[in-house]
């Protein structure tokens, strides 16, 4: 999967400071520790909705789940555009049947952009 360069120098800057915070804490790090954790080993899927819960504990927001990110994503992408297949070779489905089921929704209704397109033939 491809990022964008503006969030890849985002992610370098953090990796650099996280160097420095660690040393500061004299908490040991490799190259191989994880960008957003302090350890070598990658987190749990449990560990995401555990600290989204905790920073939202105090509030009265209700907390979003790891799903709805990636649902975020898409629609930002249908919104830019993007098309069944780039979405779908994103996301990893095997099938753009699956895209369709479960974002098919998020697509504008092209119903009345097509009638208006038969106008023209007339």
Same mark, same amino acid.
């Given at each position: ?9 985002? $992610? &370098?800057?953090?990796?650099? =400071? ?10 040991? !790090?490799?190259?191989?520790? %994880? ?25 009265? $927001? &209700?907390?979003?789940?790891? =799903? ?10 249908? !919104?830019?555009?993007?098309? %069944? ?38």
């Amino acid at each position: 999967m491809s990022i964008n360069q503006k969030l890849l120098q985002l $992610l &370098e800057h953090w990796k650099r =400071h996280q160097k420095e915070l660690f040393k500061s804490l004299m908490i040991p !790090n490799s190259e191989n520790t %994880y960008v957003f954790q302090y350890k070598d080993t990658p987190s749990s899927k449990d560990i995401f909705s555990r600290k989204i819960k905790y920073f939202y504990r105090d509030t009265d $927001l &209700e907390p979003i789940r790891l =799903h709805d990110f990636r649902h975020s994503h898409v629609a930002l992408l249908i !919104n830019q555009g993007e098309d %069944y297949i780039t979405i779908k070779e994103r996301l990893g489905h095997a099938s753009v049947k699956t895209t369709i089921d479960v974002y098919g929704h998020l697509y504008p209704n092209k119903q009345k952009e097509m009638a208006d397109k038969l106008d023209d033939l007339l």
